[in-house]
């Protein structure tokens, strides 16, 4: 079984700062990494994933993510943030080896972007 | 997102009464998800269907139970609502058992339990 911990609950930033939201999971075999944005009052929406290959992955709205097997982290960054980006993020964990495995998802983290 | 939809979007039902809540998909996807989303919990999975008629129990599935007569319809029946079952619920649909292939979720529907 594979469990996720998001480090920080609320992440509050001023605009045009650099943000990173941090991610740390649990499994015994390999996996696959996932953040989604949810904005007030709506679903989940995808914003980058990890599959395998280059550990740096590219999402929408500029973010971007490391995977890194060694510290079994899977940070988020923004090199500047928008008040726009006012939402909660949620780290969330697969394991590659079970037929059927499910999104296992972290706490969610609450970003704040202020003026 | 369009291709899957929650009903109702809000609901207040009193301590005891059955409640059902339904996701229906436009997608012809096989595999559907209910999560429960509630603070400092993230989401957390109720049940999820992998065909018609074809359900399983996720990690939060006492008091819920589901059914799947097609393939674009996915019922949550909460049998005799409690105060802990008020939360926010999602719906979420995927093409494949894969799930590196990614999930869409729905808008969600805010239940109260009064």
């Known amino acids: 079984a594979q469990s996720v911990t998001q480090l920080d609950s609320q992440v509050p930033v001023f605009e045009e700062a650099p943000v990173e939201l941090r991610c740390n999971y649990s499994?015994?075999?390999?996996?696959?990494l996932f953040w989604y944005v949810q904005y007030p009052n709506q679903g989940l929406q995808l914003l980058l994933k990890?599959?395998?290959?280059?550990?740096l992955v590219k999402g929408i709205n500029g973010f971007e993510a490391e995977f890194n097997k060694s510290q079994t982290s899977f940070h988020l960054r923004k090199p500047s943030v928008h008040i726009s980006d006012t939402a909660e993020y949620f780290c969330?964990?697969?394991?590659?080896?079970?037929?059927?495995?499910?999104?296992?998802f972290g706490e969610g983290t609450q970003l704040t972007v202020n003026p | 997102d369009a291709g899957i939809t929650q009903s109702p979007r809000h609901k207040v039902t009193e301590t005891g009464t059955p409640v059902t809540l339904r996701c229906h998909q436009t997608?012809?996807?096989?595999?559907m998800y209910w999560y429960r989303q509630d603070p400092g919990h993230g989401l957390r999975l109720i049940h999820y269907?992998?065909?018609?008629?074809?359900?399983d129990k996720g990690e939060v599935s006492d008091g819920y139970s589901v059914s799947r007569s097609k393939t674009e319809d996915f019922l949550l029946t909460l049998e005799s609502a409690t105060s802990s079952q008020t939360s926010v619920y999602f719906c979420?649909?995927?093409?494949?058992?894969?799930?590196?292939?990614?999930?869409?979720f729905g808008s969600g529907t805010r239940l109260t339990v009064v």
């Open positions: 979420a649909i995927s093409d494949s058992v894969r799930v590196a292939y990614g999930y869409t």
């Open positions: 499994s015994s075999v390999s996996v696959y």
């Open positions: 990890y599959l395998s290959g280059s550990t």
């Open positions: 969330a964990v697969s394991d590659q080896e079970t037929s059927g495995s499910r999104l296992t």
């Open positions: 997608e012809n996807h096989r595999y």
């Open positions: 269907s992998y065909g018609v008629k074809d359900t």
